[in-house]
């Protein structure tokens, strides 16, 4: 295991339906990493997110967050660790009857035990963060998609999480909405956020990404840095996907 990694997957598998779904990944991401998921729907990439903060459980292996492993039978433990390892999701999973600020706000209440107006306080510092400020009154219906994806990271900034777990953060997004929730992932990337995203979006992976890690079948096939991966010429699984998706206008 990678002694300076801040979280540390080994073998993760699981299966669903029967089928398998993850293969035994493991893979190390360190402090202030971006690392990108990318290969082909149904390659496991959401699925592996969502079981490294166990929202759905691995069926064997092991996670390590600065080198404590994870009791996943222990409810304490796995909360504790859910507050560290913020999750974006696609779809923003925001909460349609409170405000911008409020669903900021409403983990810092009922995980960390703030009060009411130091959560909102908070709140808006991290709006503000992600260039939302004006917009901390209004609800999830009056904001665009790259609106509630920037309130979705706020959200997860103001826990100030280890690691922060990206699931196709702008596949949901009206293509004129993307850049403005790249910019916000791209700043907290200069910032020395700890990330692990899964994306198309092979620009910015190619610009940004200290390793891209290629995903197809469950398994971990290629990783590396995107200037080897992506060189012109490489006789990569990595280029050669990302060859068929701009082929595609991917």
Known sequence: MDQQAVLHIEG???KLGGKTILDGCSLSVRRGELKVLIGP??????TLLQSINCLIPPDSGEIYLEGERLDRADRTALCAFRAQVGMIFQDFNLFDHLSARENVAIALRKVRGMPAAAALERAHEELARVGLSRHAPLYPA??????????????ALAM???VILLDEPTSALDPELVGEV?????DLASGG???IMATHQMDFARALASEIIFMERGRLIEQGAPAYLLAEGANTRT????????EMGG
């Open 193 to 195: 956020m700890t990330m």
């Open 239 to 246: 280029r050669d996907f990302c060859l068929r998706l701009a």
């Open 41 to 46: 729907s149904g390659a496991g990439k959401s």
């Open 182 to 186: 790249l910019s916000v992932i791209r």
């Open 12 to 14: 993760i598998s699981k």
């Open 160 to 162: 100030d999480p280890k």
């Open 142 to 155: 009056q904001l665009s998609g790259g609106q509630k994806q920037r309130v979705a990271i706020a959200r």
